[in-house]
């Protein structure tokens, strides 16, 4: 079954060319057959492969598939090859079936827009680039994913380019994970100068080998590769894109930008642990970064009013906790929790479609509610992808994954009660935001009349999410054991808190954001918005809701000075010395022509004087 | 010895004239005889250096320019037969459409 690897990437590319192609002279229903039907045949390879892996795992843990060589330049030889372990077979596994779920979902929500064909061409492309990217056996490959999933993300944000916003929402994803693109851009320059190969594998032994822990060398490369992932998973201080990434189609925002691509830092940190290893203060930074991300994205997102920015908030929280987990060394707790929060953050921006769809693409929570027996499916879907997401114990899968980070962070060597205080108060956060959702939409009036019931093929895919999202976290000891072949184990620092101490602390905040969420937006709602309503409230409230003032302090760091040195040098001074070439060259031409005057005995004069001066030179100089 | 100095010192004077024909006559017949002047003047240069040297060649020279000479002579003349066709005139300064 494994040497058919190259068919998972390769499956979905092919069904992007025709779609390309195709797709315009393609009724709908062929266009959806190929699009969900390539990544069906994609997701169920990538079953057996998984299966096979399982029964008869290869050699030293890894089987590596090379296609051909893709550049061959001297000592630089990349090939086109695919590296799957344990690591990437779960990755793989994931993107593929939760992509798989999410087309079918497309195939119904999508229905009677004009782009139909060209949606399923960026979808496949993207699963194709996503699953390249996993699967990468050399730096380079994999960076080749990784702009493709940039690239389709900006596609897919700017779907509807119409609207002049969501063109620059796109536009501004892109440039924006473009910074981090060439941090790490730089950082597979500096590896590949030092160690001489982009062999992931071979380069983990070189840095190993060569580099000493905290060498110069291994810091400058670990912190330029964090610098891709920061991008590229909208962590501080590169977050800002992934709210406005919102502006996409939602099986997008489920697929793209929550499930699967903005994890891609997640896996890089992952895959290149060795490196980190090798650089503590960076690894320390991954974890400070994870956590200040998660803090300031709850209070964002306790802020929003709109459903997706809710969620997409609390995906920068989520994947915050994954970084938490990388820098403190926890990583089989960080890809357990990338898995349970592509289950339900997926399931989340799915039923949160089927909601916006059936109140005519109503954004605002606060014209929703009462939905509870007029969407079931939706508010039972939805209702477990939330207490997933706050981490209801002991039944969803968010609470194992997330209670193992904690305790994690609580007990590494490299962590701290500060990492472990923070990720609690992460918790209450991510509880309260998540039930403040849940109780504005779902409870209370009925404020916007339901126009629109899912079909099926929204409703199935929501409910097999909701049912992984359930027994997702059950896996949670085979899990560690299968990723125990690919990555370290977690280091435990004696003396820490027992697992029981920090499951039931995480228990409890989350039943004190349920509470106070429930206090707040059910039991007395005149009290959100009094708090709201006073002077001190309504500053913290414009604060937490721009994002901490983020935007406008990029803004006003970068945006307008580089606007201003525009406009000051619109007339272009470097270009005015081309200019001024091009105006010299004019003005000789003017002077010449000036010469030819038609008469005949002038040009006699000219040719006798030229002649003299020429007899006079060659005579007396 | 044949006085060298003499014969260049005419010589110069003729292409002189020559020159000054060409530059300062406006009729086209009278460039032409400048220009066959200035031709005699080169031809004599030639014609006094073989003289100089006890040579044939500068005398062989001179034929060379005379059949150039005539050559250019004919076609000078129909020129300015087809010129005077178009213009009514052979005044140079009146001929002067190739201007820049």
Redesign the interface.
């Known amino acids: 079954m494994l040497p058919l690897l190259w068919l998972v990437p390769a499956i979905p590319f092919a069904g992007a060319l025709t779609l390309a192609v195709l797709g315009p002279r393609m009724r709908e229903k062929a266009a959806a057959v190929i699009g969900t039907g390539s990544i069906a045949v994609s997701a169920v390879i990538s079953l057996f492969i998984a299966a096979a892996f399982l029964t008869a795992p290869p050699a030293a843990g890894a089987y590596t598939q090379t296609l051909w060589t893709w550049i061959d330049v001297g000592s630089f030889r990349p090939a086109i090859a695919f590296y799957l372990d344990a690591l990437s077979l779960v990755m793989m596994t994931v993107v593929t079936f939760v992509s798989f779920l999410i087309h079918v979902y497309s195939a119904e929500f999508m229905r009677g827009d004009e782009g139909y064909s060209r949606f399923f061409a960026y979808m496949n492309l993207f699963v194709a680039s996503m699953v390249t990217l996993l699967l990468a056996d050399n730096l380079l490959l994999l960076y080749l994913g990784w702009e493709g999933v940039g690239l389709c993300s900006y596609l897919l944000i700017g779907f509807w380019y119409q609207d002049p916003a969501n063109g620059l929402a796109g536009r501004k994803a892109f440039i924006v994970t473009r910074i981090g693109d060439t941090a790490m851009a730089v950082g597979l320059f500096l590896l590949f100068h030092n160690l001489g190969t982009l062999r992931i594998q071979d380069l983990m032994h070189a840095a190993q080998s060569q580099w000493p822990v905290g060498s110069a060398y291994a810091i400058a490369a670990a912190a330029l590769l964090l610098g891709g992932a920061v991008g590229k998973s909208a962590q501080l201080p590169l977050q800002t894109w992934l709210p406005d990434a919102m502006a996409g189609p939602t099986p997008t925002s489920a697929l793209i930008h929550a499930a699967t691509m903005v994890t891609a830092g997640v896996y890089l940190i992952a895959r290149t642990h060795v490196l980190f290893a090798l650089a503590p203060p960076v690894q320390f930074a991954v974890a400070v970064v994870g956590a200040a991300t998660l803090l300031m994205a709850g209070f964002s997102a306790a802020t929003q009013n709109d459903i997706k920015r809710v969620l997409a908030y609390s995906t920068i929280s989520q994947i915050g906790y994954m970084f938490l987990a990388l820098g403190v060394g926890a990583w089989s707790a960080a890809i357990f929790h990338f898995m349970t929060h592509a289950f339900f953050k997926a399931l989340l921006f799915l039923a949160a479609g089927i909601v916006i769809e059936a109140l005519h693409h109503e954004h605002n929570i606060f014209r929703m509610g009462g939905l509870r027996n007029e969407l079931p499916v939706a508010f039972w879907t939805f209702l477990i992808g939330g207490c997933a997401l706050a981490g209801l114990p002991l039944i969803t899968a968010g609470y194992y994954s997330k209670d193992l980070i904690l305790w994690s962070a609580a007990n590494s060597t490299a962590g701290g009660m500060g990492l472990w205080a923070a990720g609690m108060a992460g918790v209450v956060l991510t509880s309260l935001y998540t039930f403040r959702l849940i109780f504005l939409v779902f409870f209370g009036r009925l404020e916007t009349a339901v126009s629109h019931r899912p079909g099926l093929a929204m409703t199935v895919p929501a409910c097999v999410l909701a049912f992984l999202s359930i027994v997702g976290g059950f896996g949670k000891l085979p899990f560690e054991a299968l990723l125990a072949t690919a990555l370290p184990q977690f280091r435990e620092a004696g003396g820490g808190m027992s697992e029981a101490l920090a499951s039931a602390a995480a228990g409890l905040a989350f039943l004190a954001g349920l509470l106070a969420a429930w206090y707040a937006y059910l039991q007395n709602p005149s009290l959100a918005r009094s708090a709201a309503a006073n002077p001190a409230g309504r500053l913290l409230h414009r604060f937490w809701f721009s994002d901490w003032g983020m935007d406008w302090l990029y803004d006003r760091v970068f945006i307008r000075p580089v606007v201003w040195a525009a406009s000051a040098n619109k007339a272009d001074v470097i270009d005015s010395i081309y200019d001024g070439l091009a105006g010299a060259a004019a003005l000789c031409y003017r002077l010449?022509?000036?010469?030819?005057?038609?008469?005949?005995?002038w040009y006699?004069?000219w040719i006798?004087g030229g002649s003299v001066v020429t007899l006079a030179i060659v005579m007396w100089l | 010895m044949f006085p060298i100095r003499e014969g260049f010192l005419l010589s110069g004077v003729l292409f002189t004239l020559g020159v000054i024909g060409v530059l300062v006559r406006r009729n086209l017949l009278f460039v032409l005889m400048s220009i066959e002047v200035m031709l005699n003047a080169a031809g004599l240069a030639f014609v006094a250096a073989g003289a100089r040297w006890g040579q044939p060649d500068g005398q062989v020279v001179f034929l060379f320019i005379l059949a150039m000479a005539a050559a250019e002579v004919s076609v000078g003349l129909a020129l300015v037969l087809e010129l005077y066709h178009q213009y009514k005139s052979l005044d140079t300064d009146a001929i002067s459409r190739m201007r820049g």
Do not use: D, M, Q, W
């Open positions: 010449l022509s000036a010469t030819e005057t038609g008469k005949l005995r006699a004069a006798a």
